[in-house]
């Protein structure tokens, strides 16, 4: 008979180790792949079903990617400048509304996307559409998780669990599903803010360059690693070569206008072009000020009662974030919320409110009462499902 011979404890142990090392841990499924998968769910439900039963906008500008719903209602508005991009680069027209408006990470991204899905083919307009949602919805998952393990830092893991639920019923949220440079921008920002605080100054600094390149607001993740390279400072007296984690996203900031130089002969062209979406810099009380003297509408491009009640509460949460948080995180979100608010509208604040990342930390924090949570889950849902609709069916947004 043969001798069955009994595998050694260690030789066990080891390959128990190396099975548990690549599975994906409880605390993902719960915390990002839930709140990810039932609100992506009911973003795809509710616009499918509008756009069987409702009546579209009658816009003269409305497009279609394609004749299935499930697909054609995430590609509106934006959507179309990106791919634009992507596919024939840019151009400028002053005065008028041109593509040099947006950053280019995310057209790059969504060119060799959709390069590769079609094996160098050229892509077709859905196409384009579905490599967007593929990059959009990844991103999207990494800022979930990036966002959770920032929070387990900062506070502990239940605030981490109810930060990444805030943010996937944010009614803004239906922007990071679809192809639009914001899914990219907040998870580099996130991430930046993560390798920031755990002082891995290297990825970190790529990172942040990424950022810059991806949204104007992308640069000021400087601050971060700023802060951090202070903190050790204080501590060690010494730097090293830490600052360059500071310089990449500042390298990064001024690579676009430098391109912008060079192509067009106007850095600041980045800049002018928002004259022709009716945004141009201001003071911040100016842009308030609007709301006391002019027509107001429950939510259009200009003027909007929604925008202003987005806004308000921003405001509120980064406010709160002054106790909870430390100081440089609420310095970077005042920051981002200052570069929409001074541009003299409120225009697009539902998408660009998400910017503020730190927000969501606070209502985390605050939604350890029952009231807080129960209240900001039923109002976020409720206007998810809104925009959803108004989304799919080509009236405005943000």
């Known amino acids: 008979m043969a001798q069955v011979t009994k595998p050694l404890e260690g030789e066990a142990v080891e390959v128990r180790g190396a099975s548990r090392r690549w599975a994906i841990p409880r605390w993902w499924w719960v915390n990002i792949a839930f709140p990810f998968a039932i609100t992506r769910l009911f973003i795809l439900i509710v616009g499918v079903l509008a756009m069987g039963i409702m009546a579209q906008s009658p816009l003269d500008i409305a497009y279609h990617v394609s004749d299935t719903p499930a697909l054609d209602m995430w590609s509106r508005w934006d959507a179309m400048w990106y791919i634009r991009i992507a596919d024939e680069g840019y151009s400028y027209v002053p005065g008028e509304q041109s593509s040099i408006a947006f950053y280019p990470l995310f057209p790059a991204l969504l060119k ?62 239906l922007f990071l599903s679809t192809p639009y440079a914001e899914p990219v921008t907040m998870a580099l920002v996130i991430g930046s803010f993560y390798l920031a605080r755990r002082r891995l100054w290297g990825w970190g600094g790529y990172v942040a360059f990424l950022a810059a390149i991806s949204r104007l607001v992308g640069a000021f993740v400087f601050i971060p690693f700023a802060y951090e390279v202070w903190q050790q400072w204080r501590k060690t007296r010494q730097i090293g070569t830490t600052w360059v984690a500071v310089v990449f996203p500042l390298f990064g900031g001024l690579l676009f206008p430098l391109y912008l130089f060079w192509r067009f002969g106007d850095p600041l062209a980045i800049i002018n072009v928002q004259k022709a979406w009716q945004r141009q810099p201001g003071a911040i009380w100016d842009t308030f000020l609007r709301y006391l003297y002019e027509p107001v509408h429950a939510h259009a491009y200009s003027m909007s009662a929604l925008d202003l009640g987005f806004t308000l509460v921003t405001l509120v949460f980064l406010i709160l974030g002054l106790r909870k948080l430390p100081w440089h995180y609420t310095l970077f979100a005042a920051l981002v919320l200052y570069a929409s608010i001074g541009t003299g509208t409120l225009t697009s604040l539902i998408r660009h409110s998400m910017g503020p990342f730190p927000i969501f930390m606070t209502m985390a924090w605050y939604g350890r009462y029952r009231q807080v949570y129960e209240g900001l889950t039923v109002a976020s849902l409720t206007l998810l499902g809104l925009v959803s609709v108004l989304f799919a069916l080509w009236y405005w947004v943000a």
């Not at 593929?134 to 959770?148: D, G, K």
């Open 112 to 173: 060799g996307a959709t390069l590769i899905l079609t094996l160098g083919r050229p892509p077709t307009l859905a196409e384009y559409t579905v490599g967007g949602l593929i990059i959009a919805n990844l991103a999207f998952l990494l800022a979930l998780t990036a966002l959770y393990r920032l929070t387990e830092l900062e506070f502990d893991s239940d605030v981490a669990g109810r930060a990444t639920w805030f943010l996937a019923i944010y009614p803004g949220s």
